[in-house]
């Protein structure tokens, strides 16, 4: 008897342009398009297997060992409900001889190698994982037998829309590289997906260093913080209609001409304006705390010197929902910015050169001078 199971794995992905709102919670529907870098490397991975049987009594998910509750009508349900979709209309109903694996439970179980829940971005590249598992399952994301010209029966960006529904963030962990989640207009949420600005070899001098803060659960998760923001935020309208298009038209110019400064210097405001608007909140969302507001401290230093001496600047910091600071800087300056940090915080474990993507760090509560 076949055994049908597939086994995939997707990164996590961080944003320069803050996805933070929703105008429709059901659809996961964004109130403003965003913009990230999906890290390439393995230090911060899901990896996700799936598999159909027709003695499954139920569907079942298992995250970092331990079983989950399925809610009906959850976000797991209606990815899995899009992807049973398309393998019917696609493979099934096209193949009589195609076994109905849409009409089977399936058993998912998936790892994260990186904290879970801790604002370093998990339902980003564990939706990401899940979606690719069951497409690799279904046999949506492989060429069909009768010509390897021809497209993968599912795309990328349809496959975006899957993991939208299960996380926001996730669609854009589809794409490698520089990937931009366009927040669409029409109420199905069709063109509500994540499309490459460009891949990660157009730029491969961009470094992220990922500086481990805090890695325990957050206290509000993106879901429920981000909902608080939309029903009671004004600065929140200010910045979807006012800041953020321009912003995106900007930085997709900056990534296009590998323009290190322009990149930087949105990154930063935006990232500032993302916790501002947390704190605009009421009740009002704290994630990042001290050690996070040192190392902008250190980075808006170390760029003021660097501005003065070469007229350019040398890093960019960005917080998620969480404490955890993340680093863009090209490569010719990995080097120094992580003696720096190290310096600063001698806990701070920097790993060997040259990754392009690195973690070091870990708990971390030092005061910085
Ligand atoms: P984060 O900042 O880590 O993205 P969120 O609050 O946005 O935190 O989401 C965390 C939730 O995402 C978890 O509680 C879990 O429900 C879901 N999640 C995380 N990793 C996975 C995974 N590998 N597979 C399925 N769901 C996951
Ligand atoms: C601060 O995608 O985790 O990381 O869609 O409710 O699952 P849900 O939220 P999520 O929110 C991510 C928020 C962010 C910014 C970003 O990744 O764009
Ligand atoms: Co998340």
Request: proline share 6%.
């Amino acid at each position: 008897m076949a055994v049908y199971q597939a086994t995939t794995s997707a990164p996590v992905n961080i944003a320069c342009i803050k996805y933070w709102g929703k105008r429709d919670t059901t659809l996961i529907l964004p109130t403003n398009s965003s913009l990230s870098v999906t890290l390439s490397q393995d230090h911060l991975r899901s990896t996700t297997t799936s598999r159909a049987d027709p003695a499954f009594t139920e569907t079942k998910l298992w995250l970092n060992g331990k079983e989950e509750d399925i809610k009906s009508g959850g976000r797991l349900e209606r990815c899995l409900k899009e992807l049973k979709k398309m393998r019917k209309e696609r493979i099934e109903d096209k193949e009589p001889n195609a076994p109905k694996l849409s009409e089977w439970n399936i058993h998912v179980a998936s790892y994260n190698n990186f904290p879970t829940a801790a604002g370093l971005a998990s339902s980003a590249s564990g939706f990401a994982a899940l979606t690719s598992s069951i497409a690799a399952l279904y046999g949506l994301n492989t060429f069909p037998s009768s010509s390897s010209a021809k497209p993968s029966i599912a795309s990328p960006s349809e496959l975006s829309l899957v993991a939208r529904l299960g996380s926001g963030s996730a669609c854009r962990s589809l794409f490698g590289g520089f990937v931009a989640w366009e927040a669409g207009s029409l109420p199905s949420g069709t063109d509500s997906l994540a499309v490459e600005v460009a891949p990660q070899s157009h730029w491969p001098t961009m470094h992220a260093l990922i500086c481990v803060v805090n890695d325990a659960k957050k206290g509000t998760s993106s879901t429920s913080g981000m909902q608080r923001t939309v029903d009671t935020s004004a600065l929140l309208q200010h910045r979807i209609k006012h800041v953020v298009p321009q912003r995106m038209e900007a930085i997709i110019k900056a990534i296009k001409e590998k323009d290190f400064d322009s990149f930087a210097k949105i990154t930063m405001a935006d990232s500032n304006q993302f916790h501002a608007v947390a704190l605009d909140t009421a009740p009002p969302i704290f994630y990042m705390n001290d050690v996070s507001r040192s190392i902008i401290s250190i980075i808006e230093e170390l760029n003021r010197v660097s501005l003065e001496k070469t007229g350019h600047l040398l890093a960019a910091y960005t917080f998620d929902a969480g404490p955890n600071a993340v680093i863009y800087t090209e490569e010719k300056n990995v080097k120094q910015i992580i003696e720096i940090i190290v310096r600063y915080f001698p806990q701070a474990e920097s790993n060997p050169f040259p990754d392009p993507f690195k973690l070091f760090g870990g708990k971390q509560s030092a005061a910085v001078p």
